[in-house]
């Protein structure tokens, strides 16, 4: 018997509805709805809309349930560390959002109250100056947190407009950098010791949990019965991603490509090493217990923007062509660094690319052929570093690299990266993200059964995947 849940995949450029079927012997998407998101300027800074991307879903959900009555349970996943604040059930403001720079006052403020060192063994997490610990340090010192009763991580403000209940799923949570590494519990000791209210941290939860009955209002809205429920799913997008890893053996490494690059390995334990910490390293929750040991590398974005200023200059772009005369370019490119801070904020990438390479007394590409295809040879240099680091840090035996999401279609970059790791590289899924959102929903509905092994075994079955080996 197939049943039919709904997945809300929320990315940073563009949100989705997609429909997944799935039974004994089926799994299926089935994309119902797609919507833009994006930085939105305000006077005090980037936001999102997130009101907007609420009235996206509920008409994306409208649609899913006229294709499929039967629905059964509805799961929300997103981009992590941004949130909403909320004072008698009502937002204050449209988030803000990480590629703002106001967090700068945060970094500061939980630099002399924390030592690095201090706070990688409390969290286990990379340091980015957007994470939510120094967002929320800003608000603190701007007085934001003042009349607030609850912040909720972007899927969990979703939830709750959809339910009414007010939650935090732990692996979007453990994006924070306010829970224990060791057990995944807010961190009391840290949360007074920065002075954060201890009254706006919502309960935690783990994905599979079922949050909550759709609200009266909103289920006749979109058509459905009070019998259709939210389920909380791996909420952080990269959680529910290496969910449908389609992984035959452990020896793995994952890395899951779209506007970011999470490029990593899953463990059972958290890696707490000096090492680590100073690599940057970062040791968030997965689905079941598991530790996704990943490093942030800037990821597709590089690309996304340097189209996006070339078009607004009044050019058109043919992205496919483009890519093509990436592949062609035949003489060496030079490399640079994909995490350097002066490409996270928009702007004019391929100018900042330039003052990289003018800066490290090397030329730039000439060519938008050749600055792309140096771009993907970039990505791919530091996803080899990466993995290999994360090799040396864990011990872990690493025979195999899954490429998933949007960034597995991208041909030049997967053999790039296999000829740069010296390991073969398997593409796909393309929709990781909502593949792991349907499969945890499937399996707390009891569509599905067995653990993290078994989900994946379906992945690998109904799904198809482009094998690449070094040259």
């Known amino acids: 018997m197939t049943s039919a849940v709904a997945a809300i995949d929320l990315g940073a450029t563009s949100g989705r509805v997609i429909l997944g079927h799935i039974g004994h012997n089926e799994l299926r998407l089935t994309p119902i709805s ?4 994006g930085p ?25 349930t006229r294709a499929e009555p039967g ?7 997103s981009w992590a560390v941004d949130y909403g604040l909320l004072r008698d059930g009502r937002m204050l403001a449209e988030p803000f959002h990480y590629r703002d720079e106001r967090t700068a006052v945060g970094v500061s403020a939980v630099n002399e109250a924390v030592s690095a060192t201090e706070l990688y063994a409390e969290n286990g997490l990379q340091f980015l100056p957007f994470n939510t610990v120094y967002q929320l340090a800003e608000d603190r010192a701007a007085g934001r947190l003042d009349d607030v009763d609850s912040f909720l991580l972007i899927p969990d403000l979703i939830a709750y407009w959809l339910t009414g209940e007010r939650f935090a799923e732990r692996t979007n949570a453990s994006t924070t950098g306010l829970l224990r590494a060791d057990d995944g519990r807010w961190n009391e000791r840290l949360i007074a010791r920065l002075g954060l ?3 706006i941290f919502p309960e935690l939860i783990d994905a599979g949990s079922t949050i909550g009955p759709l609200l009266s209002g909103i289920a006749a809205e979109i058509g459905v019965g009070p019998e259709v429920s939210v389920t909380a799913v791996g909420s952080h997008d990269t959680a529910s991603a290496v969910v449908a890893v389609p992984a035959t053996s452990p020896d793995f490494a994952y890395i899951s490509c779209g506007t970011w690059s999470l490029v990593g390995v899953e463990l059972e334990h958290p890696v707490l090493s000096e090492a680590g910490r100073l690599a940057n390293f970062t040791n968030e929750r997965g689905v079941d217990g598991r530790v996704r040991y990943l490093h942030n590398v800037m990821g597709l974005w590089l690309l996304s923007e340097a189209v996006r200023s070339w078009e607004s200059a009044g050019e058109t772009i043919d992205l496919p062509w483009l890519l093509e005369a990436a592949a062609a370019v035949t003489q060496p490119v030079p490399v640079f660094d994909p995490d350097d801070p002066r490409f996270l904020p928009p702007g004019d990438m391929p100018r900042r690319i330039a003052n990289w390479f003018e800066e490290h007394g090397e030329p730039a590409p000439e060519s938008r052929a050749a600055l792309v295809r140096s771009i993907l040879e970039s990505l791919a240099c530091t996803f080899a570093v990466t993995i290999e680091k994360a090799r040396e840090l864990t011990g872990a035996t690493i025979s195999v690299i899954h490429l998933v ?5 991208n041909t030049v970059l997967c053999q790039l990266t296999a000829d740069r790791t010296g390991l073969p590289v398997i593409a796909g899924p393309v929709e990781a993200t909502a593949i792991g959102n349907v499969l945890i929903q499937a399996r707390s509905s009891g569509l ?9 075994a379906i992945v690998a079955r109904f799904t198809s995947q482009t094998r690449y080996l070094p040259r």
Request: charged content about 20%; glycine content about 16%.
């Open 405 to 409: 999401g949007g960034g597995s279609l």
């Open 448 to 456: 599905v059964r067995g653990d993290l092994e078994s989900l994946r």
């Open 197 to 199: 209210p201890r009254r």
């Open 71 to 77: 629905l059964v349970s509805i799961g929300v996943d």
């Open 34 to 37: 797609r919507f833009s998101n």
């Open 40 to 64: 939105v300027a305000g006077a005090d800074g980037l936001h999102w809309d997130a009101s907007g991307l609420h009235r996206h879903v509920l008409s994306g959900l409208a649609a899913a």
